[in-house]
């Protein structure tokens, strides 16, 4: 029995031994799985994984990329970065960078795969030593740049301070080569700097015998820069007898007070200068017109008028040559009773928009009858850089003048009409320009149709189909178209409804031919017939 107790203790330390030696196997395993899982989390999680390999960010200037993808950078890396000019990725701007004071560095990125990490130091050239420390780490590239140990600590490292100071330097360079004017004054006037366009000018501008010096001459005048205006312009007179205008304009911004800078307007003052002269000419030709002249600019402000349209509208010289805009001067015609008044004043103004839009466009043209009897004739016209131009011309004494023509022609109209005869009037080149009523209902066609389109010749064929036999159609063709001395003459005729008919040429002014036709009734056609007879008699 006892050696069967012993053997059972034995079997139970066993037991304990081996339950012990899994729970130890159990919690390796399971610290080992956690470490496993624990790494590959941070190898899918790139701020992770850039951590773990960053803990001396905080100390020099060092660079983590995933592939061209900058994952994180330290302090002193973005500064470096941020200076770097040009375009393209990190990446690519970093090697862009690195490239002087490591030129080995783009054949030795080659070998990284094989070697794992690389170890350069910068060109001997450089004027201090750096150290680039370039490996992979968990499929991330990482970039360390530093001084060797034992190196004093005398600011940023020299990447970030010669960015700093190429930066300073390209600053430099496109103030002093800007072809604008700069200078900085003090505040007693001095002028203590300028870029190259200054001097050059300060040069241009000494007379003979000057030199230049320090401090350097005063180009502009002290007024105009302690004024500040902004726009201002300024002259300069050169010692060739040039002119040159600037536009002075002062820098803003701390750090910018007493900088100054002149912008070259020599173009735009000389086409000023000839838009002047131009509107000059312009005013002086339209002096002379008899026709009033209004020229409107793009703001629609009167910029050019001439006497006649003082003489025409009778406003105020005062109102008109103090650039009042085209409504006012719309407004100002029409108190003065020179726009025909409208039924109301909607519709007025509707037709003042109207008008402003016509005559931009070179379409407007009106004639206005004035309650005074007065006739303008009106036209806008487009004029130079989007302008208006109105053009207003009393026509009363044309328009009258036509009346009374129209009124003589409507009275001899009426006169040829109410004479008994036919009658028919030829031009000089032989067109019918005036008929009867009588001559329609004869010959049975609209003379007022044909006047001044069917010539005599086609009228002598007409007439002849309509006559007998043995007419004079073609004597009276010749003699309307014969040119000269001419004495009146007449025949006869006989219709073809058995009517006998007289006709009658007769010469009028202005080389024009009147032709007269009669129907001879019983009696008168016997009278005519028998001196006819005698005469044969006698024969």
């Known amino acids: 029995m006892v050696v069967t107790g012993v053997k059972d203790n034995r079997l139970g330390d066993s037991v304990s031994i081996l339950v012990a030696a899994g729970l130890v196997a159990t919690a390796f395993l399971t610290a080992l799985a956690a470490l496993t899982l624990f790494r590959a989390f941070e190898l899918r999680d790139p701020k992770s994984r850039g951590q773990s390999l960053f803990s001396d960010r905080a100390s020099g200037t060092v660079f983590l990329f995933d592939g061209e993808t900058l994952v994180d950078l330290s302090p002193s890396a973005r500064s470096l970065l941020s200076s770097i000019p040009g375009p393209g990725e990190p990446l690519a701007r970093l090697h862009r960078f690195l490239a002087r004071p490591f030129p080995e560095l783009a054949s030795q990125l080659a070998t990284l795969p094989e070697r794992g990490r690389l170890d350069l130091v910068s060109d001997p050239a450089m004027r201090k030593t750096t150290l680039l420390s370039v490996e992979e780490r968990g499929g991330l590239l990482r970039l360390a740049l530093a001084e060797p140990s034992g190196a004093p600590d005398t600011g940023p490292d020299p990447f970030t301070f010669a960015a700093l100071q190429r930066e300073v330097e390209d600053l430099r360079t496109i103030v002093a080569e800007m072809p604008s004017l700069c200078w900085r004054e003090d505040k007693s006037g001095d002028i203590i700097w300028s870029n190259t366009a200054y001097l050059l000018m300060a040069a ?29 312009r300024a002259r300069i007179a050169l010692s060739d007898w040039r002119e040159l205008w ?3 304009d002062s820098g803003v ?8 800078f002149a912008t070259p307007v020599d173009a735009l003052v000389k086409a000023e200068t000839s838009r002047k002269e131009t509107i000059q000419t312009v005013s002086k030709t339209f002096a002379h017109l008899p026709i009033g002249v209004a020229v409107f600019d793009q703001q629609r402000q009167l910029c050019i008028l001439n006497p006649a349209l003082l003489d025409l509208t009778q406003l105020p010289a005062e109102m008109l040559t103090s650039k009042t805009s085209l409504i006012s001067f719309l407004d100002a015609l029409r108190e003065a009773r020179i726009l025909p008044e409208p039924k109301d004043y909607k519709s007025w103004r509707e037709a003042l928009v109207n008008m402003e839009r016509a005559a931009s466009e070179g379409l407007y043209q009106e004639t206005w009858h004035l309650p005074d009897g007065q006739v303008f004739r009106v036209s806008g016209r487009p004029y130079a850089d989007g302008g208006l131009m109105l053009m207003f011309e009393d026509v009363s004494t044309e328009t009258m003048r ?26 000089r080149e032989g067109q019918l320009v005036m008929t009867n009523a009588h001559y329609s209902q004869l010959w049975g066609r609209d003379g007022a149709e044909e006047l001044g389109v069917v010539p005599v010749g086609q ?20 003699y309307v178209s014969t040119v000269g001395n001419r004495v009146p003459w007449d025949g006869e005729a006989r219709l073809n409804d058995g009517r006998a008919l007289r006709f009658r040429c007769a010469p009028l ?6 032709v007269a036709f009669s129907v001879l009734t019983g009696a008168t056609e016997e009278g005519l017939q028998r001196p006819a007879e005698r005469k044969q008699r006698r024969g």
């Open 204 to 232: 241009e501008a000494l007379q003979p015998g000057e030199e230049l010096g320090w401090p350097l001459p005063r180009l502009f005048d002290r007024t105009a820069t302690s004024q500040n205006l902004p726009g201002q």
């Open 402 to 427: 036509a009346r009374r023509y129209r009124a003589d022609l409507e009275l001899g109209q009426s006169v040829i009409d109410s004479m008994e005869e036919a009658i028919a009037v030829f031009s």
């Open 459 to 478: 009228l002598a064929v007409y007439w002849q189909s309509l006559t007998a036999p043995g007419a004079r159609w073609s004597e009276v063709e010749a």
């Open 246 to 248: 600037f536009q002075l």
């Open 253 to 260: 911004g701390e750090g910018c007070e007493g900088v100054f």
């Open 509 to 514: 002014a202005a080389g024009a031919t009147l």
